[in-house]
T-cell receptor, first 110, second 117 residues
Framework: EDKVVQSPLSLVVHEGDTVTLNCSYE??????LLWYKQEKKAPTFLFML????IEKKSGRLSSILDKKELFSILNITATQTGDSAVYLC??????????FGTGTRLKVLA | GAVVSQHPSWVICKSGTSVKIECRSL??????MFWYRQFPKQSLMLMAT?????????EQGVEKDKFLINHASLTLSTLTVTSAHPEDSSFYIC?????????????FGDGTRLSIL
């Protein structure tokens, strides 16, 4: 059965800390891995990764994929209170099926 | 960035009512739209995938007669929860993927919180 597992489930840090969120997967017909940030409403897109070893970066956020070991990490440096959210990892299996992990709930304290 | 509009944001209605939720891609054509359901503090569960002009593909365990999906154009998909009951109360989120296909991420609407009394 396809599955996506995220860790940790929950994380509390102070502003300025760096965090690393993990996503491992066992999925047939892997196409891509996506990271989303969900605050109160629907998820907003962060990154899409298809190739191993190529880091994607946007401001203080970066992500990388390892297709051999079947995982991805999302790094957030110099965290701010506005980074508090649930971070979701999803894997596209085949053409249409997105499988989501349960998410990592991040809280950044001032 | 890509914008997906979902309407309404919140619905409260009596048991037995049918509720229609609209999902529109505002600035791009979406060949494929997805409908998800999310329970509190849980992740998104894919309910169905709809392709413009064809029947939706439902995930196992999702009743297609209960959750009617129509994808009549490249910018609009609707989900109708028929004869809703309290157990249907949930957060429903749609997403749309650009016609470019697999190389494009899906973009989400803001979700509809459905409460059935």
């Amino acid at each position: 059965e396809d599955k996506v597992v995220q860790s940790p489930l929950s994380l509390v840090v102070h502003e300025g800390d760096t965090v690393t969120l993990n996503c491992s997967y066992e999925v047939t017909n892997f196409r891509s891995l996506l990271w989303y940030k969900q605050e109160k409403k629907a998820p907003t897109f962060l990154f899409m990764l298809t190739s191993s070893g190529i880091e994607k970066k946007s401001g203080r956020l970066s992500s990388i994929l390892d297709k051999k070991e079947l995982f991805s990490i999302l790094n957030i440096t110099a965290t701010q209170t506005g980074d508090s959210a649930v971070y979701l990892c999803a894997v596209l299996s085949g053409t249409y099926k997105y499988i989501f992990g349960t998410g990592t709930r991040l809280k950044v304290l001032a | 960035g890509a914008v997906v509009s979902q309407h309404p944001s919140w619905v409260i209605c009596k048991s037995g009512t049918s509720v229609k939720i609209e999902c529109r891609s505002l600035d791009f054509q979406a060949t494929t739209m997805f409908w998800y359901r999310q329970f509190p503090k849980q992740s998104l569960m894919l309910m169905a995938t709809s392709n413009e002009g064809s029947k939706a593909t439902y995930e196992q365990g999702v009743e297609k007669d209960k959750f009617l999906i129509n994808h009549a154009s490249l910018t609009l998909s609707t989900l109708t929860v028929t004869s809703a009951h309290p157990e249907d109360s949930s957060f429903y989120i749609c997403s749309a993927r650009f016609s470019g296909g697999l190389g494009q991420p899906q973009h989400f609407g803001d979700g509809t919180r459905l409460s059935i009394l």
